[in-house]
């Protein structure tokens, strides 16, 4: 009669954790010190511009440089004019850009049932966000300037700034949506929500991060572009009055890029365009930290 022997009373032999080989751990160390290295570059690399442009920008700024308008009989050299401008074309290009290109990625996201005109829109905003903007320049120019008579104003300017950064807003919204688990719409969908309801209150909340990435992407694109104003807003550098008769449709002036362009191009004063970089970098900084707290509010609501 043989015994039984329990599963129980048999050792077993559990895998002993095997060391990484040697060239393995070189392989791992070599990598995190390029890693680091990439890191410290890129912030040394920011770092420094930044702090260049502060060094020779600063010391030319102060409230005259800040207040007034450029006067030969009065002998002043101030940036108000294309502060205001630039303000200006800021404001009414989001107001324009941001519900078409919202509107447009939750259609394409959310009611779209067409796989293939979903792909082709896809396809085509991928590509226009690749275009160089000069293009946007002559194409503004021509439709807005001429074919519809508005000429060189900053409402021209800021409807080809629509047409430019409603590509990045588009995608950047719809890569957000689709993040969204879907869960979360068949949740609500299934406690009796309609669809609009369900993407105000569940949706749009979730990927309101990817929404206001897109909004600063946008902005960054507008205070940084030159020659689509160029062409289309001109480069004057008096004081515009948005609520005058009038108002945008005879409106013409240089925004912060283009005077930036026109000192340190046009008239070699390299001390005045680092002081309007200076500018620049401040007015981009805001804009930037109140997008962020804008979301940060949405997403709290």
Known sequence: MTNAISSDSIPVERAKPQGLSASRRVYNGTMRVLLY???????????FLIGYILYRGLPGVN????????????GTSGILP??????YVIIAT??????????????????ATNHKL??????????LAGIPSILYALVGMLVFGQVL???????????????????????????????????????????????????????LPSSVDGIVTGCILAIGRIVGESAVLMFTAGMS???QNFFSPGGLTDS??????????????????????FSVAVVLLVITLVINLAAKLVGKRLRKK
């Open 37 to 47: 290295f990439s890191a410290a570059v890129t912030c040394l690399l920011l770092l």
């Open 63 to 74: 409230l005259e440089f800040l207040t007034t308008q450029e006067s030969i009989l009065r």
């Open 82 to 87: 294309a502060i205001q401008n630039t303000i």
């Open 94 to 111: 989001l107001i324009i850009v941001l519900p078409l290109g919202v509107g447009a990625a939750i259609y394409l996201t959310e009611y």
């Open 118 to 127: 979903v792909a082709a829109i896809e396809f085509a905003t991928e590509t």
């Open 149 to 203: 008579g508005l000429g060189r104003t900053l409402l021209a300017g800021s409807l080809t700034l629509v047409i430019m950064t409603l590509p990045t807003i588009i995608r950047t919204t719809q890569e957000s949506l689709k993040t969204v688990p879907q869960s979360y719409r068949e949740g609500a969908l299934g406690l009796g929500a309609g669809k609009w309801h369900m993407i105000r209150t569940i949706v």
């Open 237 to 239: 550098t008096s004081l």
């Open 252 to 273: 013409s002036g240089a925004t912060l890029t283009v005077a930036l362009y026109v000192y340190a191009k046009e008239r070699a004063d390299f001390d005045m365009a």
